[in-house]
Every structure is written in structure tokens, then in C-alpha cells.
């Protein structure tokens, strides 16, 4: 019960977070950058930027020969109001989208970093960097980090959960480093989808939560610490599973450890994971929509019940979904007509 009621919590918690802008006026252009005024452990900080400009130059300048320009970076301020250690490594920018009519130019660019579980609560500042008019120009952002409670759990696994936990066959250490050389894999073509996501399936009863602190103790009386990844939804096996944003199928497989398993590509180095399934509907390569029927729920792979486990990743960073679920690219915030 404890559970449910954190659950429902943090999932408020992440639709209701405020999104801020702010506009800049250059010289041949003005900059609005849409960001968030808080997030929490586990989320991330995206930004998205909107050129305007009436100067002809403007996109070509802007993204000359480059799908992907400028930067984002995220650091922790100081009491001094100097900036402190970087939380999350270099994200690039990526074009979303740009449009052109007889006296606008528009160009939108969409960066995304990683927050880790563990990061400190504070202030922060998103320091982005970009190049227009072959001309670098900065600007800072503040952010703040405010806490988060996350579960801790023992899991006593059977001998032949044991058994998969401790498997270090040259099978699944190649299972793990080709998912791994996906999930590292940034394509700035991979524009598919930059809206709220949706849950993979309605059910609402949730046995693990994203950010669990987890210890499994194993048959043998040894054990072995780790964080839960996703979201586990405890669903019976053969409910329906859907794509939670569109995107590309880029995995589709039996694993030894997570049953079989989907990844889907949303945008570059943004992709989500549905494991432990007992039927696949997609193959590599396909095309799904949001909400599109993509397989059955299991208990595949280590499962100690039927479930479905839910994951997001990005920047190889796992995420946490229910943050996914608001607008965080602030599609909506930045389509609202301005005054
Ligand atoms: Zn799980």
C-alpha cells in the first residue's frame, strides 16, 4: 500500500513540474529557450531552443552541414553563485524541426542530460552554447534539483534466478555490450517523437519503482547490490504491451537475463525497453506510433512473477519514465502563441 501511495505521488509530482522560457535578441535573430524550473533525481534537464529570424542567412548559418549544434552542460552553483561540479556530461543539440515561411525563419534544436538517482538536491545552472552567424554565444539557465525518495528492497532469488543473475557466459556478455552499443548509439536522424509519452499498458499496480535500491540475495547465501532501471508493472502474462512514444524498433530478442525484449529509438540517444514479454508483435527496423500494440506482457528472463518491466534510457542514462509522461520537451509550452 506504502507503495501505491508513492507511486501515485511521484507520478504527480512529474506531471506537475514547471516549465520556464526566457528570450534573448541578438542582433539578426532572437533565441527562446524553454526549460524546466525544477526537476529531480533521475530526470533529466532538456532544453529546447527557438531561432526566429528574418534574416535569410539565419538557418544556413545555423545548421550549416550539421544536423546537431551546440551544447548543453548542467552544473551544480555555489553559495559564491560560481559554478561548482558538472552533474551530467556534454549533451549536443539536435534540429527538430524548422520551418520557413515568406517573413520567418524558425529553427528548433532539442538537447536532453541525464540526471543520476544519486544527484545532490540545489541550485543548478544548464549552461548551453551554440554557434549562429559563425558567432559562439552562451547563456545559463537556472535549475533546481529538490529530493526524491527511493525505495530500498531485498529480492531472494531462486537457483535459477540465481542462475541468470550470475551467468557470465560469453552469450550474455555479448547480449549485454550489443544492447549497450545501441543504447550509446546517438543518430541525429532519429527524430521520430517529442512529446509527453504514455504508459506502455493502464495497469496502475506497480511492484517496483524506478531508482530502487536493490540487493538480491541469491540461493547460495551470497548476494549482490543494484538499482532497478524501470518501472515494473504487475500485470498477468499476456496483457497488452504499447509502443510509449513513437519511434523505431531497433532490438527484438530472446535475452538471458531480461526474456524477450524490445528497444525502441525516440530521438538520438533517447530510447525505451520492455522486458520480460511472452510474444513480440515488431520486428528490427520497423516503424511503430505511439500507443501502437507491440506484444504480450511475460515472465521471461529473471522474473521472480509475471510482469512488465518499462525502461528509458538516455545518453546510455537511465531515466525515470513517469518523467517522460509530462511535456518535457515543452512541445506545448513552445507552441503557445506569444503576446
Ligand atoms: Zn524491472
New binding site residues.
Given amino acids: 500500500m506504502k507503495k501505491i501511495i508513492l507511486s501515485i505521488i511521484f507520478t504527480l509530482f512529474a506531471l506537475s513540474a514547471f516549465s520556464l522560457s526566457k528570450s534573448f535578441d541578438y542582433k539578426n535573430y532572437t533565441l527562446t529557450a524553454y526549460y524546466p524550473e525544477s526537476v529531480q533525481p533521475g530526470d533529466a534537464v532538456f532544453v529546447r531552443l527557438c531561432f526566429e529570424s528574418k534574416n535569410k542567412n539565419f538557418i544556413k548559418s545555423l545548421s550549416t552541414a550539421t544536423k546537431e549544434s551546440g551544447s548543453l552542460e548542467i552544473f551544480r552553483v555555489k553559495e559564491d553563485g560560481n559554478l561548482n561540479e558538472k552533474a551530467t556530461s556534454k549533451s549536443l543539440f539536435y534540429k527538430i524541426e524548422e520551418n520557413k515561411t515568406k517573413k520567418l525563419l524558425r529553427s528548433v534544436l532539442l538537447s536532453g542530460a541525464p540526471l543520476s538517482t544519486y544527484a545532490k538536491t540545489g541550485d543548478y545552472s544548464a549552461e548551453v552554447a551554440f554557434s549562429v552567424f559563425g558567432e559562439e554565444n552562451k547563456i545559463s539557465l537556472p535549475v533546481k534539483i529538490i529530493e526524491k525518495e527511493f525505495v530500498s528492497e531485498t529480492i531472494p532469488l531462486n537457483a535459477s534466478n540465481t542462475a541468470i543473475k550470475t551467468n557470465v557466459s560469453s552469450e550474455r556478455m555479448d547480449q549485454i555490450n550489443r544492447l549497450n552499443k545501441i543504447l550509446d548509439t546517438k543518430n541525429a536522424d532519429a527524430i521520430y517523437f517529442d512529446a509527453a509519452f504514455n504508459p506502455p499498458n493502464p495497469a496502475t499496480r506497480r511492484t517496483?519503482f524506478f531508482g530502487d535500491r536493490r540487493i538480491y540475495a541469491y540461493n547460495n547465501g551470497k548476494s549482490s547490490t543494484s538499482l532497478?532501471?524501470?518501472?515494473?508493472y504487475g500485470v498477468p502474462t499476456g496483457s497488452e504491451v504499447r509502443a510509449c512514444a513513437g519511434g523505431k524498433v531497433v532490438m527484438a530478442e530472446d535475452r538471458i537475463s531480461t526474456g524477450w525484449s524490445i528497444c525502441i529509438e525516440h530521438l538520438p540517444g533517447l530510447y525505451s525497453l520492455y522486458?520480460?514479454m511472452s510474444e513480440l508483435k515488431v520486428k528490427v527496423g520497423q516503424m511503430v506510433k505511439q500507443g501502437e500494440f507491440i506484444g504480450l506482457s511475460g515472465a521471461t528472463g529473471l522474473a521472480t512473477g509475471p510482469?512488465l518491466?518499462?525502461?528509458v534510457r538516455l545518453n546510455m542514462e537511465a531515466v525515470s519514465p513517469d518523467f517522460l509522461l509530462g511535456d518535457f520537451t515543452f512541445k506545448k509550452e513552445a507552441g503557445k502563441k506569444k503576446n
Avoid: M, P
Fill in positions: 517496483s532497478h532501471y524501470g518501472i515494473d522486458y520480460h510482469h518491466h518499462w525502461e
